[in-house]
C-alpha cells in the first residue's frame, strides 16, 4: 500500500493493498497491472460502470456549458432531467429533489418522513451504510 493512505481517515473498514490507476466497464486496473472485477459498482451505486461513454459525454458538456450553478439557479440540463424523471413517477408524486450524494439523498428521506408521519422514529437494517452526515450516520450500523 502506498504510504500516502496514512494522511486519509477512512470512516468504514480498511483500504485494499493498491492504487488504481484506471477504470473502464466493470474494471479497475491497479498500478501494478492487475485487472479486477468491480463488484462494488464505485460506491455500490454506479450501476453503469466505470467511465462509461454517455456519461463522459455528459459530464464533457457540462464541463463546456454550465457544471454547477447556486441552488436558486436553473440550467436546462437541470429542467430536463427533472422532467424526464417525473414522467417516471406514479400519481401523486411530481416533483424531484436533486441532491449530490447519498447522504445528502437519506438526510432528505428522513426529515420528509418525519415531517409527513408526525413521528420521530426510523428503521434501519444492521450491517447498513448511509452515509457520514448526521442524521445518516445515526441510521448506520455497519462500521465501527
Not at 40 to 50: E, M, R, S
Not at 69 to 95: D, G, K
Request: with cysteine; proline share 3%; aromatic share 6%.
Amino acid at each position: 500500500m502506498d504510504d500516502r493512505a496514512d494522511l486519509l481517515v477512512r470512516y468504514g473498514g480498511e483500504f485494499i493493498d493498491s492504487v488504481v490507476r484506471g477504470a473502464s466497464g466493470s474494471f479497475v486496473e491497479t498500478v501494478d497491472g492487475q485487472r479486477v472485477l468491480d463488484f462494488t459498482a464505485g460506491q455500490i451505486c454506479a450501476t453503469v460502470g466505470h467511465n462509461h461513454p454517455r456519461v463522459v459525454a455528459a459530464i464533457e458538456s457540462a464541463c463546456r456549458e454550465v457544471i454547477h450553478l447556486n441552488s436558486w439557479m436553473l440550467s436546462e440540463p437541470v429542467l430536463a432531467l427533472a422532467q424526464r424523471l417525473v414522467a417516471m413517477l406514479p400519481e401523486p408524486l411530481r416533483r424531484v429533489m436533486l441532491l449530490s450524494t447519498g447522504g445528502e439523498g437519506i438526510e432528505a428521506a428522513l426529515r420528509m418522513a418525519k415531517i409527513f408521519t408526525g413521528r420521530f422514529e426510523v428503521v434501519s437494517l444492521t450491517r447498513s451504510w448511509h452515509g457520514v452526515t448526521g442524521g445518516a450516520s445515526a441510521v448506520t450500523y455497519a462500521a465501527p
